[in-house]
């Protein structure tokens, strides 16, 4: 029988490195898990607001004005909606829904363009279905400009990410939920979105790919869907 030999230098660093190495990923997975959880459950509340947005549509032929203040109810601290106003904080209370503490609250952007009568917050002094389908069908026409609320590019196939120069399409509305403080900068919101609701109507693409700097979750409901939405309701 052959004496047990003591290790060497040699292999003791081996085994220190190897298990080392396991440490990273195995840290790394469970990092990714966690980043993929948050990004799963932001995913969820945008499509549960999204169906409340439609929801309300459906009850009262329009959507909802942006909340312009932060107090859970379209426009503003009087109730009343801002002429032209696109983009503010989901008004939660308005669809039923509870409203978060400061730094959880999304974004919620619709179109409005009263120039070709297509304002889907007030489509018409009657609010009828008729009404919110002709304003429905007149903002799917305009090509997409800066100069209403616009999905930008999500850095592949519909171009890059750039509020100036790539204006994608014109959602009927959009919401936008926070996940993490990926970026740092002490805001939910990441990336394009750091502005918001105070200024600008760029939103990220809902198919821009999760980061480690951008979590925010893009839900956009386009004009067709809206309007085949509204179409299949009762009078």
Not at 220 to 234: E, R
């Amino acid at each position: 029988m052959h004496s047990m030999a003591g290790y060497t230098l040699v292999e003791i660093a081996i085994v220190v490195t190897v298990i080392g190495l396991i440490a990273a990923v195995s840290i790394g997975t469970y990092s990714g898990a966690l980043g993929n959880r948050e990004v799963k459950t932001a995913s969820s509340f945008a499509e549960n607001i999204s169906g409340a947005i439609l929801a309300f549509a459906r009850s009262n032929h329009r959507l909802p004005c942006p909340d312009t203040d932060g107090d859970g109810r379209e426009g503003d601290a009087a109730g009343a909606c801002p002429a032209g106003r696109e983009v503010g904080f989901i008004p939660y209370e308005t669809i039923g829904l509870n409203n978060p503490p400061t730094v959880e609250r999304g974004v919620y952007g619709v179109y409005r363009n009263s120039a070709i009568s297509a304002d889907l917050v007030v489509p018409a002094a009657s609010l009828t279905r008729a009404n919110f389908q002709r304003a429905i069908v007149a903002g799917s026409v305009p090509a997409t400009t800066a100069t209403h609320v616009f999905i930008t590019g999500n850095n592949a196939s519909t171009g890059a990410e750039n509020c100036a120069a790539v204006q994608v399409f014109h959602p009927a509305f959009v919401v936008v939920v926070p996940g993490s403080d990926r970026d740092g900068n002490g805001n939910n919101l990441d990336g394009i979105h750091v502005g918001l609701p105070g200024a600008g109507l760029c939103i990220a693409s809902p198919d821009r790919v999760p980061s480690t700097i951008f979590d925010d979750r893009v839900v956009s409901t386009g004009f067709t869907t809206l309007l085949g939405l509204i179409s299949t309701d009762a009078p």
